[in-house]
């Protein structure tokens, strides 16, 4: 079977090393193998430790110093992947996976990604290959239906969808717009004067597109939350920012609303933030790329009320919507906005459809020119699972979600730190709890300085972390609230069902036990 020389081998080419790498036998044989492979590793994907357990530059050692000059089988490459590359992977398909927000594969994901890898085609614009464009402009049709997004964000209104890779890259090119239209009305040299805001719970990914746009440092407002206000962005507050900011002769740019924060999933109130920021021309960015998904739900739609009024909209199709990495969908209410500020023409891509201005040249809708056909994963995600059975998928994750905040209550050592959104539930042990454990409920011990001793408990609840990814057993990933160290349990992977959450419980509350029962007065 290790026949290093296998490519040639079967060939009826003569003059060996002339390869043959689109041979349609051999992709049939390489490729029904590596589906193979793939399937039993989703098989056994539950084996796995979910967190990898490898040490910073393992892998070097393991591989050759330099690239083979003759060619591998596949069979010995795939043994490599089996001994080397495994043991290196967080597994983020496990049915045990809880870190940050899941990506949820699906074989209807998979399916379009092969597709789209054996057409091949660099979509850049209508003509180089016109189904890719068409597909893309349909279906982002059919999910901006779903998602009830106004007409105005379709195709038939001003707008229309595009498909990136990330929500990073939605951000920035919505931002560019935004910045386009100002200048254009305040002229060049007033880049300066721009503004951008967020609130402190807003992804890092806006601060990053900020920067690459040229927005002075100064300019970025990331408005303060409250716990009394759910940590959502007040309207009250972005008005006297603004207003701050106009004041001082400032120019009121950009705003980036979120659906679903990173930390615990909160929900700004899009529309009473879209009053205020359109009343100072500010572009409204709603990044719903996690909690967006839900919104195919009437139960969850709410949350996107008085997106009428955003500008563009974005969600992670690969965070929740069984749609393989990378896929995030962007609409935009005025399309000629986004084409604005990212259309170059250079000669080469001159051609008669662009010019009949009938058809969506995708390049002046993104950062990059070449792009993949994204659109088929997207669509075959539709039509093999139908809307019904999507909202289904994503309402079972809320439930299990549920499952586990429920369990957690039960048990009073444990808080859950905000209520649970969506899928959600962010949860530590709480500090009565840690100060009764270390001292063994001694009265000493809830007087004075211990109780309040938030880096104590925070250290403890890192290391009840840290105890769970190490066992392998589940990976969960940890974020801030008003300085707590908080652990978030975001359930999504497409694998999980309820007996993982309540082992994953069970993974939890055992840890405590140890943790707790461990600690001692003596030790601090
Ligand atoms: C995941 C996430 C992002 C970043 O997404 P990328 O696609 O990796 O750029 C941004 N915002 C929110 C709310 C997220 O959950």
């Known amino acids: 079977m290790m026949n290093t020389m296998n490519l040639n081998s079967q060939s009826d080419s003569a003059s060996p090393g002339i390869i043959k790498p689109l041979d349609p036998e051999e992709f049939k044989r390489q490729g ?15 084996n796995y430790p979910v967190l990898s357990e490898v040490e910073p530059g393992y892998l070097r050692e393991k591989l050759p110093a330099s690239a083979p000059s003759g060619p591998e089988s596949i069979e010995s490459i795939l043994k490599d992947v089996q001994e080397h590359i495994i043991p290196g992977i967080t597994h983020w398909q496990s049915p045990n996976y809880y870190g940050y927000f899941p990506s949820s594969g699906s074989i209807a994901g998979f399916m379009g990604e092969i597709l789209s890898t054996g057409f091949n085609v660099v979509g850049f614009n209508w003509v180089s290959s016109p189904a890719a464009t068409e597909l893309e402009n349909v279906v982002m049709d059919w999910l901006g239906q779903e998602l009830k997004l106004p007409k105005t964000f379709l195709f038939e209104g001003h707008g229309g969808g595009v498909l990136l890779g990330t929500t990073c890259e939605a951000i920035l090119c919505t931002l560019v717009a935004a910045r386009e239209e100002k200048l254009t009305q305040f002229g060049r040299d007033n880049i300066g004067k721009l503004v951008v805001y967020g609130s402190d719970q807003t992804h890092s990914a806006l601060q990053k597109a900020a920067k690459v746009a040229g927005i002075d440092p100064r300019n970025f407002r990331l ?33 980036c609303a979120t659906v679903g924060t990173t930390a615990m999933a909160t929900v700004d109130p899009v529309g009473p933030l879209c009053k205020v920021a359109k009343e100072y021309g500010i572009w409204v960015h709603v990044d719903a790329a996690y909690a967006g998904s839900a919104c195919i739900c009437p139960e969850f739609r709410y949350c996107i009320d008085g997106v009428e009024e955003a500008n563009s909209f974005s969600l992670n199709a690969h965070k929740w919507f069984l ?10 209410k005025d399309r000629k906005a986004l084409t604005k500020s990212l259309s170059e023409n250079p000669e080469f891509l001159r051609n008669k459809a662009s010019q009949s201005k009938k058809v969506v040249d995708y390049k002046d809708w993104q950062i990059p020119l070449s ?35 429920g369990l957690m209550r039960l048990d009073k050592r444990f808080e859950v730190v905000v209520p649970r959104k969506f899928s959600l539930v962010c949860f530590r042990i709480s500090p009565t709890a840690i100060a009764s454990g270390l001292c063994n409920g001694s009265e000493a011990c809830y007087s004075g300085k211990l109780m309040n001793d938030d880096y104590r408990v925070n250290e403890i609840n890192r290391e009840l972390l840290d105890l769970v990814n190490s066992s392998g057993n589940a990976f969960m990933t940890h974020g801030e609230v008003e300085g707590a160290f908080v652990i978030r349990c975001a359930i999504g992977s497409t694998l999980t069902e309820e007996h993982h959450v309540i082992m994953a419980w069970r993974l939890v509350q055992e840890n405590a036990n140890l943790l707790l029962g461990k600690t001692n007065c003596t030790s601090i």
């Not at 699972?385 to 809320?398: A, D, K, T």
């Open 371 to 405: 792009r993949k056909f994204n659109a088929l994963k997207l669509w075959l995600v539709l039509r093999s699972y139908g809307v019904e059975n999507l909202r289904n998928f994503l309402r079972n994750h809320v439930q299990m979600a549920k499952t586990f905040e």
């Open 223 to 255: 408005i303060k939350t409250k716990r009394s206000n759910s940590f959502a962005l007040s309207p009250d507050s972005l008005l006297s920012t603004i207003l701050l900011d106009v004041k001082n002769g400032l120019i009121p740019c950009f705003l």
């Open 32 to 46: 029904y193998m590596m589906i193979d492979f793939v399937a039993d590793y989703i098989r056994n994907i539950g």
């Open 323 to 332: 749609t393989n990495l990378a896929c995030c969908c962007l609409w935009v």
